[in-house]
């Protein structure tokens, strides 16, 4: 625990450094900040609780679109419209699991594909809701204590408590006794059920909260980017890149997904940058090589030995 | 005092094949119950419709006061109902503590509490040394004892257990049938399904004996041992 808040506490410093280091760098910071913080939401149904979805990008586009929306449409402010987009983040979730909690494994992860793409269909389509295919640009935002919230800057320090946030939301919750309901239900349903859980409720409940905790980040993606797409936030290929951030740092680990946030945007960026079309190659035998020989994830396979060396330590002396 | 357990005429189908045919059974405060039979006789079955684990096709299942037929099995735990599984499945990537905590959670809302209480449990089984070790990395008879160290956990008022003793060594069944005695001395009812004759008898002060999903036998574990019936049942008549 002690240990866990030292590593948050490492993380915010680290975080109020980084502008002063690579100025010039602060789009990464952004999304590097964001993958962290919508992928330890992500892994709180996937790696918690074990429900692997590929549906998070609705969530994020549920989020960057109240705020667009909000702000064009009716010069609502982005932390009234976030407010407004985890409640219904929350509730669609809420029906999203019901009708698919009864599938398990893969068959849920096709599930949640289906739902995203129907939610993809609706957002292209339905222009009165969100402009439809050819976008929305957000052409106001307030000015809270004078701070301009279309400044890289301000987003910057935004995703950072966003950020911060989730993961002390999941340091909390790796000790309690929620915590350990999720766990339960990830590794044995019948052997939870024996220990008194309701497996729906409890996936239903961490599919709530990740939902909602996405959203939040989602309404800061769509002010960094000012101009949304609804092909682009709702795409399949948005969900998959939450997905594989939480999967290659470590599935139900607290620091897994931000080290896996780190290594997938700044490899993509330097990748990018330095190989250019060579680039998703060097990306995809990246996670390649971290799925072959790290299979529970980079900080999930750390912890398998950490805890057996822990153990044999004690047992020994 | 009404019956810690009363279920009756539980009947189980799994498509066309009767696996528990209209089954009887109650269990006194502090009794312990013993199921046994031969392979497929239904002993599972049975023991996981009253625990909620399979879904009857008629019958009633009343525990201390209150009808849970209809309810689903983590209510039943919650009322009280602790299981352990035949094939014993702790919480792999957990530790031997946390696999217990999870259970202790139950009625301990507080982690200071459920640890404490989690950690008693473990004294119970002897498995305290072994708290920080991944589950995955035990023994079968240190799983069984963790599978108990669970079902303890919930803090239960009956105690089921599905074959705890099946497939251990000489020294690790004398010590588990140790084990049951003392829960039941500390005033635990006990419902234990089991294939070895020399711990039911041992243990049981009530017998019931299943072939092919039927009842054919009842009573104490000398009456029915002489059962012919029962003897045929296990060794198949000439």
């Known amino acids: 625990m002690i240990r866990h808040l030292i590593g948050l506490l490492v993380l915010l410093v680290a975080g109020l450094v980084y502008p002063w280091i690579f100025p010039s760098a602060l789009t990464v910071g952004v999304t590097i900040l964001l993958f962290a913080g919508w992928a330890t939401a992500w892994d709180i149904l996937g790696g918690w609780a074990g429900q692997v979805s590929l549906g998070h990008a609705s969530f994020v586009g549920i989020g960057a679109y109240f705020v667009a929306i909000g702000a064009t449409e009716y010069a609502l402010a982005p932390w009234w419209s976030i407010l407004m987009a985890i409640a219904v983040a929350a509730l669609l979730s809420l029906a999203w699991g019901r009708l698919t909690f009864k599938l398990h494994g893969p068959y849920f992860t096709l599930s949640t594909i289906a739902i995203a793409e129907i939610l993809r269909l609706i957002a292209i389509n339905e222009d009165w809701l969100t402009g439809g295919a050819t976008g929305v640009f957000i052409d106001w935002m307030p000015t809270p204590f004078g701070i301009d919230l279309f400044a890289r800057e301000a987003q910057y320090y935004l995703a950072l408590v966003f950020a911060v946030g989730v993961m002390a939301t999941i340091i909390w919750i790796s000790r309690s006794r929620f915590g350990y309901q999720l766990r339960a239900v990830r590794e044995d349903e019948n052997s939870a059920m024996a220990a008194g859980i309701d497996p729906t409720r409890t996936k239903l409940k961490a599919f709530m909260l990740s939902a909602s905790l996405t959203a939040v980040g989602g309404g800061i993606y769509g002010m960094m980017l000012s101009f949304l797409e609804p092909h682009i936030l709702f795409y399949l290929l948005l969900s998959v890149q939450i997905a594989l951030t939480g999967i290659i740092g470590g599935r139900g680990t607290i620091w897994g997904p931000l080290v896996g946030a780190v290594l997938l945007v700044s490899a993509g960026e330097i990748f990018r940058t330095s190989f250019a079309e060579a680039n998703l190659l060097i990306y995809g035998i990246l996670i390649l090589l971290v799925i072959l020989f790290l299979p529970s994830g980079i900080i999930g396979e750390f912890n398998r030995r950490l805890t057996r060396r822990l153990y044999a330590r004690r047992a020994q002396g | ?238």
């Open chain 2, 1 to 238: 005092m009404p019956d810690a357990l009363k279920a009756e005429g539980i009947t189980v189908r799994f498509g066309g094949v009767v696996a528990v045919d209209n089954v009887s059974l109650s269990l006194q405060p502090k009794g312990i119950l013993g199921l046994i039979g031969p392979n497929g006789a239904g002993k599972t079955t049975l023991f996981n419709a009253v625990t909620g684990f399979v879904p009857m096709d008629s019958g009633k299942v009343r525990f201390f006061d209150r009808d849970v037929s209809s309810e689903p099995p983590y209510k039943r735990a919650q009322a009280g109902m602790g299981r352990t599984f035949q094939t014993e499945r702790p919480f792999e990537e957990l530790t031997v503590l946390e696999n217990v905590l999870v259970s202790a959670f139950l009625k301990e809302p507080r982690r200071k509490d459920a640890e404490k209480l989690a950690m008693e449990m473990l004294k119970r089984v002897e498995l305290d040394d072994r708290y920080d070790q991944p589950a995955g990395d035990l023994n079968l008879a240190r799983r069984r004892r963790l599978e108990l160290a669970k079902a303890l956990a919930i803090q239960p008022r009956v105690l089921f257990l599905d074959e705890v003793m099946a497939g251990l060594n000489p020294p690790a069944l004398r010590e588990m049938i140790g084990l049951v005695r003392r829960l039941s001395q500390e005033g635990l009812a006990i419902l234990m399904v089991e294939h070895i004759m020399e711990a039911i008898i041992e243990l049981s002060d009530h017998v019931i004996v299943l072939a092919s999903g039927q009842k054919i036998a009842e009573g104490t574990p000398q009456e029915v041992t002489s059962n012919t019936q029962v003897i045929e049942a296990y060794l198949g008549t000439e």
